[in-house]
């Protein structure tokens, strides 16, 4: 700490003379000639000055939520945070170290915990509580776990609120609104046997919706099967009101994602499980199309924690922390080069996504489209990767891409995220504008950029990003999109502010936006407030 801070004009110090850091690190400490410096209280000359109470120091760093590479860092750079600071629960913990845990204690999903369940993941994550947090903080970061968020599914919608409100809308054929009919709703209202439960995370697909609640438990409603094409054959039943999922009792569930033919949940501890679609060809383990059973995700990430996971059209990808940083799996079905290994064949366990090693980048979100994928560095580069088909990928062309490609286009814009669609990607700055590229179908980019044509109207493609004026001119930050994944729906899209206003656009024809259309009007270009406040 640097005295001539600390607004007392007594305090007098002399400087070590400088010397070059090899000769600091490598002079034994026993041998290296410290000049005398005062300091406060009765603490003894030379001596750090607020080692006397280090519990304030503690206090500061834990008050100040640090990153935890600053307090690595701060470990690297004084004996006096590394050293053990004999402190409770654990005497032999530095003060970074307990600072760690103090703040991982902050978080929701592991103030449940036993003391058991803790040192577990703290093994799990690689042995230490910055490591911990550091996985805890990018959970919070890439899903908007526990806040405000809008989900644009096929033909349906789910809004959660601040405070742990579900609302449905849209499309209700198999009971997925969860309101205890099959009619349609084209107002948002909340599902009202969820009373009292606090819900944290959404997931929806084809007649089907999934809820996640701060307890870790998992309800499901609409078509009753988790393994089911996401087009044709009913499930055995419709559940038309939130059902608790037995199979998954015993998990505790941070995130859930649907994806076609199967189902995939993460566990707080970061372990992945999911439902059928588990021929030898798949996901590495033998199931039944119908299979309601999870199972635990083989292979490398069996022992890797992870923070995020996505689904796409027959592929999931999975984000995960590791000591050495963050990486990204993918597995299943490898068409059109989603899996982004550089080739187009299938995966039947997970496997590294190894560009991002070239590239440099370190993956903070990550997004499954039906046939494209995407990744937010933390850095703020964008990289897609798949099928580009309408310019999804956003590098001006509809080439494919196997392996993840920086998008040139945006390297003026720092992103902080992502969201894909089929064939369709948007893009969230850190100032809170929005850019859309790719299909323009169903006014579902935002950009109202329509072309006649002897057959009618058609909305044109973009090949690049460009931002949607429409978001911007609303003078929101936003903060989450939303857009539906499916290749046999009309696409809607969600715009989420940081003061919790929902816009729309897109696709209406089943209520999924929310707002009122007229007689003759089955889609909306341009952004219309949702009368819901998230907030």
Known sequence: MDASMSGTSSVQYHNIAEQPITTIVTTPASTFQRQVRHCFGNATPGEFPLSANPSIVLHVLTGCNLDPQDLATLEATCSFFWLPANFAPDNELSLAELAALDMCRKRAIFKPMT?????????????SWKLVLRFLLAGEACSRREKSHAVAGPGHSIAVSSKGV????????????????TEEEWRPHPIRSLHGIRVIQAA?????????????????????????AEYGVQGNKVVTTPQLVESLKDIFVVQAAIGNFFTAVLSREGRVYTFSWGNETKLGHQTEPADTEPRALLGALENIPVVQIAAGYCYL??????????????????????????ARTDEKVPRLIEQFQTLNLQPAV??????????????????????????????GNEDCESAPKVV?????????????????????????????????????????????????????NVLFPEVVTSLKQLNERVVQISLTNSIYWNAHTFALTESGKLYAFGAGDKGQLGVELSANQTERAIPERVDIDLG
Request: net charge neutral; hydrophobic share 35%; with cysteine.
């Open 115 to 127: 003391q058991e369940q803790r040192q577990d993941l703290k093994q799990r994550c690689g042995g």
């Open 166 to 181: 579900a609302y449905s809308f849209g499309s209700n054929s198999s009971g997925q609104l969860g309101n205890g009919t």
């Open 204 to 228: 929806v697909g084809a007649g089907r919706t999934m809820l996640i609640s701060d307890a870790g438990r998992v309800y499901a409603f609409g078509k009753d099967s988790f393994g089911e």
């Open 317 to 342: 990808l999975a984000l995960a922390c590791q000591p050495s940083g963050m990486s990204v799996y993918s597995v299943g079905c490898g068409l059109g080069g989603k899996l982004g290994h550089g």
């Open 366 to 395: 990550v997004a499954a489209g039906a046939w494209h994928a995407a990744v937010v560095g933390k850095d703020g580069r964008v990289c897609t990767w798949g099928w580009g088909r309408y310019g999804c990928l956003g590098h």
């Open 408 to 460: 040139e286009a945006l390297n003026n814009v720092k992103a902080v995220y992502v969201a894909t669609g089929d064939y369709t990607t948007f893009v969230v700055s850190d100032e809170g504008n929005v850019y859309s590229f790719g299909c323009g179908e169903s006014s579902s980019l935002g950009h109202n950029t329509a072309v006649a044509e002897e057959q009618g109207i058609r909305h044109s």
